[in-house]
């Protein structure tokens, strides 16, 4: 069994997630999401527009997600890899370059072209 992780914040959750999550399962038989803390969001400077348990519950609902853990520190990522014998960690390609000895392969995935949660927050703010 090909087991993969993943992480993120998945706030305002939109079909660029759902894109990222489905094919980074398509590529394993388990994938692990290591869903941003709010506490590890506010060190990271950003702020959720759900909490920690309404992201958990949302990403729950999505046959793509077999397992969520709570993300606290960027340094866990190495740990978790080991804890859950991960073979594969997925990201989005905005993060290439990041990751290297982790402990697994790493795939890089393309991220969907003209949505972000940013955009979606901004256009919010803008009423548009």
């Known amino acids: 069994m090909r087991i993969g992780i993943t992480y993120g914040t998945f706030d305002t959750l939109h079909y660029g997630h759902i894109n990222l999550l489905r094919r980074a399962k398509e590529q394993c038989d388990y994938l692990i999401v290591g869903l941003s803390t709010d506490e590890f969001n506010r060190l990271k400077g950003k702020r959720s527009f759900l909490n920690y348990e309404e992201r958990k519950q949302l990403l729950e609902s999505l046959k793509y997600v077999s397992l969520i853990i709570p993300e606290t520190c960027w340094e866990q ?3 978790d890899v080991k804890k859950y ?3 594969t960690l997925y990201m ?3 993060w290439v370059g990041h ?7 790493v795939v890089y995935l393309p991220r969907t072209e003209m ?3 940013t955009k979606i927050k ?3 703010q803008n009423n548009v």
């Open 77 to 79: 990522k190495k740990d």
């Open 85 to 87: 014998h991960v073979d």
């Open 92 to 94: 989005g390609d905005d």
């Open 99 to 105: 990751f290297q000895d982790i402990g697994c392969e």
């Open 115 to 117: 949505i972000s949660s």
């Open 122 to 124: 901004e256009a919010i």
